[in-house]
T-cell receptor, first 116, second 112 residues
Framework: SAVISQKPSRDICQRGTSLTIQCQVD?????MFWYRQQPGQSLTLIAT?????????ESGFVIDKFPISRPNLTFSTLTVSNMSPEDSSIYLC?????????????FGEGSRLTVL | KQEVTQIPAALSVPEGENLVLNCSFT??????LQWFRQDPGKGLTSLLL?????REQTSGRLNASLDKSSGRSTLYIAASQPGDSATYLC???????????FGQGTTLQVKP
């Protein structure tokens, strides 16, 4: 299995500020993804983090709000910009090992964000 | 559009009981199915991965089955323990989109 480290593990932020979450994988992986889990809900895919190029965003998510970087095969960041209380969620980094349509997905511990 | 449903939403059982969690999906065009465990406030731990060509996978007290034609998967937990208390999520890899679609989860409580 892959070991994924995320930081911060939790944070309390003020409305209007931005926060960058870091994700480090212990070995090279084919794909990296960012998910959001709102309170009491399941996981929603925000975007696929592409190494060396712009991320691919899902419907309802835009680059201006959630800029993502992936400078290499083991590291990615997600920024939550101009935060509002509706952004309070757990943000989860995940990585896929193996083939694009066969690989297993692993998750970090998540970053619990509270926006006041 | 692929939809994943997990029933029941919550389950409470006494310690030692065998139990089955259910996952159904609407589109049989999947490339794999994965079961995860999530403890409160934590990330997801991968339990079992079943490729679309497989029928089941086993790990310790856990057994997961997959029936693509009927759009169903089950997670069987044998001899449940209080430490099994968590939320269990199933996710299907959609062949059409290449994305993993998650169910809402089943929250399991195993009472001592």
């Amino acid at each position: 299995s892959a070991v994924i480290s995320q930081k911060p593990s939790r944070d309390i932020c003020q409305r209007g500020t931005s926060l960058t979450i870091q994700c480090q994988v212990d070995s090279q992986v084919t794909m990296m993804f960012w998910y959001r889990q709102q309170p009491g809900q399941s996981l929603t895919l925000i975007a696929t983090a592409n190494q060396g190029s712009e991320a691919t965003y899902e419907s309802g998510f835009v680059i201006d709000k959630f800029p993502i970087s992936r400078p290499n095969l083991t590291f990615s960041t997600l920024t939550v910009s101009n935060m509002s209380p509706e952004d309070s969620s757990i943000y989860l980094c995940s990585a896929q090992r193996g083939g694009v349509n066969t690989g297993e997905l692993f998750f970090g511990e998540g970053s619990r964000l509270t926006v006041l | 559009k692929q939809e994943v449903t997990q029933i029941p939403a919550a389950l409470s059982v006494p310690e030692g009981e065998n139990l089955v969690l259910n996952c159904s999906f609407t589109d049989s065009a999947i490339y794999n199915l994965q079961w995860f465990r999530q403890d409160p406030g934590k990330g997801l731990t991968s339990l079992l991965l079943i490729q679309s060509s497989q029928r089941e996978q086993t790990s310790g007290r856990l057994n997961a089955s997959l029936d693509k034609s009927s759009g169903r998967s089950t997670l069987y937990i044998a001899a449940s323990q209080p430490g099994d208390s968590a939320t269990y999520l199933c996710a299907v890899g959609s062949s059409n989109t290449g994305k993993l679609i998650f169910g809402q989860g089943t929250t399991l409580q195993v009472k001592p």
